[in-house]
């Protein structure tokens, strides 16, 4: 299991444009969550998409930048 999470839709142009900073920042792993068709996850996450979350339940909204990736996973 990955230490990090995106929760994220489909065809989200933000999305997309997070996972590219996730790529810049070299984030290693990280799984992916939809969360289009769990309505739980929509309550949740429906217009905070894309968010990643640490395995300890912390999370960085969009809008980030590779910096804050860096020092969001170096957090404890």
Known sequence: MSAFTLFQRDDCH?????LAVLAAARLPDFGSVWIDDDD???ARY?????VLRRDDGAELDWPFDEAAV???????
């Open 14 to 18: 933000l999305c997309d444009q997070a």
């Open 40 to 42: 739980a996850l929509e």
């Open 46 to 50: 429906g217009v905070r998409v894309p």
């Open 70 to 76: 860096r020092a969001f996973t170096q957090s404890p």
